[in-house]
């Protein structure tokens, strides 16, 4: 049995503004919509080797958007 859980990031749309730091720093992890607001790529799952720029991302957006979900 593993323990490793899965990472996601969300990004609330109600939230974004736009301020793209996101898109800057984990442009893997997110892509910006037809508004230039962030959006998580994909189903949002967060590679092991990317957890650190999910939390880098989620630290930085003035807005509080960006939700890391643990499951
Ligand atoms: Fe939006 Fe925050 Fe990214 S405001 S574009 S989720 S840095």
Do not use: S, Y
């Not at 999910?54 to 958007?65: G, I, S, T, V």
């Amino acid at each position: 049995m593993t323990t490793t859980k899965t990472l996601r990031v969300k990004v609330d749309r109600g939230r974004c503004q736009g301020h793209a730091r996101c898109l800057a720093l984990a442009p893997e992890l997110f892509e910006p919509d037809q508004f230039g607001n962030g959006h998580e790529r994909g189903d949002g799952v967060v590679v092991r080797a990317l957890e650190e720029k999910a939390r880098l991302a989620q630290a930085n957006c003035p807005e509080l958007a960006i939700t890391i979900i643990e499951e």
